[in-house]
């Protein structure tokens, strides 16, 4: 659900940025009033983790289309909503100035359509009241899948509004809203029994974890580790395992115009993001730049290519300093406060 920028005007895009802005500045306040020490390096972990799944899309049998994890959800459970939200957009930084996934004049809708709506409102209003204060396997599964389902719901349809109001592309509400819909229904309840399964092992290893409270030290250093490792074993191999059919977002794209992608204007303020992108992006599109034009066979699945292995472990790393970075930063502030 990464929007690009051709679905934006810079108006829109640049309201977006603020709303998202003035969320991050919220949530930053909050974490420097209530930041625990252990917040900060599994914000970093699993960061890196939530990057790593993002890689891999998943088929929706019968539809030509994919999807893949959001994350806000996950690490709202396991981190709290605020740090959640600051780690979410950490990640989504990353992958589009680095990876070009997703536009710089979308990046804030991106960060508030995927942060905000699981973090601020799937969250505490549906996961929190259905998993309960000691939550079964039974209830996590409950609660996180009408969590996850409820936050790409609205998501969808905030980038259906979006680009609506944007009137860059001609993408009606109608036609858009009722493909967007019911494709992120179906992977709003793939992420729900993928976040149920990650917190009912979390919570059977490490039920501290879900308390979000002192583990101590030698089990903190042990969960870090052994979520930095997965994250890279992810990113690093079972990328190549991702679907190549496209995402839920341009399968909605080409139901409507026949085509996944959209061009938009070449001048202004998308030209001038553009080619700052285009400098930023070291592996676009997770890969290594092509050398040349040249006629190419047909996909192979699994995708064994080493830049996707690089793209993956240098985004996780990137990421798990962006996020712990940010963690540190607040907690320090917190420590003066």
């Known amino acids: 659900m990464h929007m690009a920028d051709a679905l934006l005007s810079p108006a829109v895009g640049g309201?977006?940025?603020?709303a998202t802005a003035v969320t991050v500045a919220v949530s930053s306040r909050h974490l420097q009033r209530r930041m625990e020490d252990q917040a900060v390096p599994l914000m970093g972990v699993l960061g890196a983790f939530v990057f790593a799944a993002q890689m891999i899309n998943f088929t929706i049998?019968?539809?030509?289309?994919?999807?893949?994890?959001?994350?806000g959800l996950l690490l709202a459970v396991l981190l709290g909503p605020q740090a959640a939200f600051v780690t979410l957009a950490s990640v989504l930084t990353v992958q589009a100035l680095f990876f070009a996934d997703g536009g710089l004049v979308a990046l804030g809708a991106n960060i508030f359509n995927l942060g905000v709506f699981p973090c601020f409102v799937a969250y505490p209003l549906v996961?929190?009241?259905?998993?309960?204060?000691?939550?079964?396997?039974?209830r996590i599964g409950v609660a996180s899948v009408a969590a996850a389902v409820l936050g790409l719901q609205l998501g969808a349809l905030a980038v259906v509004v979006q680009t609506v109001?944007?009137?860059?592309?001609?993408?009606?509400?109608?036609?858009?809203?009722l493909l967007m819909q019911p494709i992120h229904l179906a992977i709003?309840?793939?992420e729900g029994l993928v976040t149920a399964a990650v917190v009912a092992f979390v919570g059977r290893a490490r039920p501290e974890v879900l308390a979000r409270g002192a583990a101590g030290?030698?089990?903190?250093?042990?969960?870090?580790?052994?979520?930095?490792?997965?994250?890279?074993?992810?990113?690093?191999?079972?990328s190549w395992f991702?679907?190549?059919?496209?995402?839920?977002?341009?399968?909605?794209?080409?139901?409507v115009t026949g085509s996944e992608e959209l061009h938009g204007p070449t001048g202004g303020v998308h030209g001038a993001l553009a080619r700052l992108q285009e400098k930023t992006a070291v592996l676009p599109d997770y890969g290594?730049?092509?050398?040349?034009?040249?006629?190419?066979?047909?996909?192979a699945w699994p995708a064994v290519d080493p830049g996707t292995s690089v793209a993956g472990i240098l985004g996780g790393g990137l990421t798990l300093v962006l996020a712990g970075g940010a963690g540190l930063l607040l907690r320090r502030r917190a420590g003066k406060a």
């Open 127 to 138: 996961y929190e009241p259905l998993a309960g204060p000691r939550p079964s396997r039974g």
């Open 242 to 255: 991702a679907s190549s059919q496209p995402d839920g977002l341009e399968w909605s794209i080409a139901g």
């Open 165 to 177: 109001l944007s009137g860059v592309s001609e993408l009606p509400f109608g036609s858009f809203a």
């Open 288 to 299: 290594f730049r092509p050398a040349g034009e040249g006629a190419e066979g047909a996909e």
């Open 217 to 238: 030290a030698q089990g903190l250093r042990r969960r870090v580790v052994a979520l930095g490792v997965v994250a890279a074993l992810v990113g690093g191999g079972l």
């Open 188 to 190: 709003g309840l793939v």
């Open 15 to 18: 309201a977006m940025w603020a």
């Open 61 to 71: 049998p019968g539809t030509g289309s994919s999807g893949h994890l959001g994350g």
